[in-house]
């Protein structure tokens, strides 16, 4: 084979190892790209569900512990009828109406939520079974507001009104309340306001608690599936354990802390202590100094030490002979070569 020939063959092999190598690297990039892309597009969406999963059911949480205590829950208790919001200003939504403004307001942004990804979940990339899971436990939520006289189609028309057109954000809660103050608009959302009126009077509390069930199960599906932590669990000591206008000492507080809206009517406790629910910290036990007396354990060298018996035994513990101190110098008149208290010789 000349030289011109081996020359060829390795121009070609270079150029088809090249293109290979090229290729092979598009197709990762590729795949990389994508599957940002769909992590980034489930976070966009499974986040904000998680979000206002944890934002409902702590809200009807505060219903529900408040009718199990007092038998109704006065913060809600503001109209007899959903039509007397019409001609309502801005000071009473803000104001007198806000607890019930706003439960109307987050279930509203709870339903937008769950909306949105029903809509886009043939888009989601989950991990293992999550996308069956997913709907299922969707479902479950829908099937339990329905049973509150809130209908699968009634919940789709209220979360496609908590959402701002073009921009496809959700509405604040001021500019939800412009809707509720329109009576053609605020007519979609009569049935949850029917609803938490009667809670707030203590009335359906089974068909409650199938709701707080049903989002109980659902924020726990998607704490799993984002690796995150208890969302309920964070969301309900963000408030219940945090004292309002009290010393963190003392307790004396309303009970209600960020987003207090609530205030001390929710009162909801945790944990052995259901004081701490209402703004009051357990009081600390006080801790008695004992009295003085004698020391239970002495030195032991400087313990007294028994006269050896007549039977005993040599003494297992050698014990220290005491110092007779420095002896005495001789007497005066005494002369040299005597002892110490002994006179002069006599003599024979």
């Known amino acids: 084979m000349d030289a011109l020939s081996v020359t060829l063959i390795s121009a070609v092999t270079s150029g088809a190892i090249s293109l290979t190598l090229a290729w ?3 197709r990762q990039q590729r795949r990389d790209s994508e599957r940002v892309q769909r992590e980034t597009r489930t976070m966009a969406y499974l986040n904000p569900l998680r979000w206002h999963t944890a934002e409902v059911h702590h809200r009807l949480s505060l219903y529900a512990t408040s009718v199990d205590r007092d038998g109704c ?10 039509r007397e919001m019409e001609g309502k200003g801005a000071d009473w939504f803000a104001g007198k109406g806000v607890v019930l403004g706003s439960s109307v307001w987050m279930t509203a942004c709870l339903f937008a939520q769950m909306t949105r990804t029903r809509h886009d979940l043939p888009f989601l990339r989950l991990a293992g079974n999550d996308d069956t899971r997913l709907p299922g436990l969707l479902q479950k939520v829908h099937a339990a507001f329905a049973a509150c006289e809130i209908y699968y189609a009634t919940q789709s028309s209220i979360g496609t009104d908590a959402l701002l057109e073009p921009e496809g954000r959700l509405r604040s809660y001021r500019e939800f309340c412009d809707l509720l103050a329109e009576p053609d ?3 979609w959302a009569d049935p949850v306001t029917w609803f938490l009126i009667a809670v707030a009077h203590g009335e359906r509390r089974p068909a409650l608690q199938r709701v707080l069930d049903a989002l109980s199960e659902l924020s726990a599906f998607l ?6 932590g208890a969302s309920l669990r964070a969301r309900h000591g963000a408030e219940i354990h945090r004292p309002r206008g009290g010393s963190p ?4 507080g309303t009970g209600a802390g960020a987003g207090g809206d609530l205030g001390a009517a929710a009162g909801a406790g945790s944990g052995s202590d259901a004081g701490v629910g209402r703004g009051r910290v357990p009081s600390l036990s006080p801790h008695p100094i004992p009295a003085p007396g004698p020391d239970p354990s002495p030195d032991p060298v400087l313990r007294p030490i028994p006269a050896p ?3 005993s035994g040599p003494d297992p513990v050698p014990r220290p002979t005491p110092d007779p101190g420095p002896r005495p110098g001789p007497e005066p008149g005494a002369g040299p070569g005597l002892d110490a208290g002994q006179g002069p010789d006599p003599g024979p």
């Open 309 to 311: 018996g007549p039977n």
């Open 185 to 187: 608009r605020r007519v």
């Open 223 to 228: 704490d799993d599936s984002l690796a995150g």
């Open 24 to 26: 092979v690297s598009g």
């Open 249 to 252: 000492v003392t307790g004396t």
């Open 73 to 82: 829950y006065p913060p809600a208790q503001v109209l007899a009828d959903p």
